[in-house]
């Protein structure tokens, strides 16, 4: 199959990429290389793999629908995106172009290229701040907590409406705090594992009591490709955790079991637009893709810890404009 991965220079997508170029697969990568984060850590993410790598931006619709003419892939994995619950409320019309047109923009590409498979990365945040734990596909969401969440959101209905305008076969994968080798380096796992590494101080948000559903980026992997063979509603959801929660003290205290060091904890409040919990019911991603996680937080933190330590790359915080 010719498969497209977009953001596929990135901390999932290139894991994606390595998977798929495992089973013979022909990949492009679509990834702007954005600042983000320091642009060379993408670049050694996919630096061993043999696949084309097209710098384009998906809000430049023009050379998006050229570049799929010229490819016409059986699938593309959208894994590109503006991330980030805080730098969106900094920055709302960016997410906005980048998440919402981008996304739209890919789709009519895909639709005039003749593809026919479209996955698309969601994010648990769509849920906001509902009452049901676990968090289950069929939930109504009436109201997200962040501008992230909105673009997500709306990245799922235009894949609705796609799916039912045109038979395109769409599946939405909901995505669980994901963590494992080559995180990028402003998410929590990698920020706490640096500063505790370096006896530097960490920031706490909040009282420490809030849950998150960490993912182990392998077990997100299996979930992907088992949406790649999914023959039965031409559209349909699903999450992609772990089913277990985890606080944040807890967290920290894991890192610093592995890490081998006592954390250094600044405290502040809690930031606007967090969610204080997030909890997937895979019940249905079990049944149907044959998704089963097989790395929970206690082994998947050391594992992490251990690429830590082993790795040799550029370490740049989020720019000050985006943070």
């Avoid at 894994?79 to 900094?90: E, F, T």
């Avoid at 392998?218 to 088992?226: A, C, E, H, M, W």
């Amino acid at each position: 199959m010719k498969i497209i991965v977009t953001g596929g220079a990135g901390f999932i997508g290139s894991h994606v990429v390595r998977a798929l170029l495992k089973k013979g697969e022909t990949v492009t990568i679509i990834d702007n290389f954005d600042d983000f984060y320091n642009p060379e850590i993408k670049r050694n993410n996919i630096a061993d793999l043999d696949c084309e790598i097209a710098p384009v931006d998906l809000r430049d619709e023009k050379e998006i629908h050229q570049l799929l003419q010229r490819i016409k892939p059986d699938a593309i994995i959208h894994l590109a995106a503006r991330a980030g619950v805080r730098p969106s409320i900094q920055n709302p019309k960016l997410y906005l172009e980048t998440n919402v047109n981008g996304t739209l923009n890919l789709l009519e590409g895909a639709r005039a290229s003749g593809c026919h498979r479209f996955l698309f990365a969601s994010s648990s945040s769509v849920y906001g701040l509902s009452k049901v734990v676990p968090f289950h596909e069929a939930l109504p969401l009436p109201q997200t907590l962040s501008p992230y969440a909105a673009t997500k959101l709306a990245g799922e209905q235009l894949c609705g409406n796609f799916s039912y305008l045109y038979g395109m076969r769409t599946i939405c994968l909901r995505f669980f705090t994901v963590y494992g080798p080559a995180q990028r380096p402003d998410l929590a796992i990698h920020r706490f594992t640096d500063a505790i590494s370096h006896g530097e101080p960490i920031k706490q948000f909040g009282d420490g009591s809030t849950r998150r559903d960490y993912t182990y980026i392998d077990d997100i992997v299996q979930g992907v490709l088992g949406a790649m063979t999914y023959e039965r509603e031409l559209f349909d959801i699903f999450n992609l955790g772990e089913n277990e929660t985890t606080t944040l003290s807890a967290l920290i205290t894991m890192i610093e079991q592995a890490v081998g060091c006592k954390a250094i904890i600044e405290h502040f409040p809690e930031q606007p637009g967090d969610m204080p919990l997030t909890c997937a019911d895979i019940s249905k991603a079990q049944r149907l893709l044959g998704y089963q996680p097989t790395t929970p937080l206690a082994i998947g933190i050391p594992k992490f810890v251990e690429w830590h330590k082993a790795a040799k790359r550029p370490t740049v915080p989020l720019r000050s404009s985006l943070s």
